[in-house]
Every structure is written in C-alpha cells, then in structure tokens.
C-alpha cells in the first residue's frame, strides 16, 4: 500500500479510470481522513504522477447554439429558415 497527498478535488472513481489509462490497475482507493489517501499499484511514480494532476470536479463545456439546437432535432439552418433570415 502506497499513500499519497490527497488531491483537493478527489473523485475515487475518476481516479481509478485515470490510473487505469496510465496502465495501472487499482480496485480500492482508501481515504485516511488526513490528508492522504493509500492504494496498492506495483508502479508508485507512475501513480504518483497521475495522483498529482488529478482534478475530479472536471466541468463539462457548455454546450454550444449548435448543440443545444441538435438535441431537439434542429440545425442553425432550420433556425435560420424559421426566423426568415
């Protein structure tokens, strides 16, 4: 079992795919309540990189005029056409 500083914004499953992307494999991750947190991974720099760039409040974009219209169903033309622009 490896302990780490615990990153501000811990997302525990965010964090087991992020360290399953860098080719570990983590099942558990442990939060001790002070400041760290503690897992098992036969690499620890590997982990300790990708514990350091971890954010898990990742916001997603807005979506765009674009966006939004296609989720009805609609293009910026059939906007456009029934505006009479």
Same mark, same amino acid.
């Given at each position: 079992?490896? #302990? !780490?500083?615990?990153?501000?914004?811990?997302? @525990?499953?965010?964090?087991?795919? =992020?360290?399953?992307? &860098?080719?570990?494999?983590?099942?558990? #991750? !442990?939060?001790?309540?002070?400041?760290?947190? @503690?897992?098992?991974?036969?690499? =620890?720099?590997?982990? &300790?990189?990708?514990?350091?760039?971890?954010?898990?409040?990742?916001?997603?974009?807005?979506?765009?005029?674009?966006?939004?219209?296609?989720?009805?169903?609609?293009?910026?033309?059939?906007?456009?056409?029934?505006?009479?622009?």
């Amino acid at each position: 079992m490896f #302990i !780490y500083k615990k990153p501000k914004n811990l997302n @525990g499953a965010e964090l087991i795919a =992020e360290l399953k992307n &860098a080719g570990l494999e983590v099942k558990d #991750i !442990y939060d001790y309540a002070d400041g760290t947190i @503690g897992f098992d991974t036969n690499d =620890e720099a590997t982990a &300790a990189a990708v514990v350091e760039a971890h954010d898990g409040n990742t916001i997603p974009p807005e979506p765009t005029v674009a966006d939004k219209l296609a989720s009805v169903g609609l293009s910026i033309d059939d906007l456009k056409s029934a505006l009479g622009l």
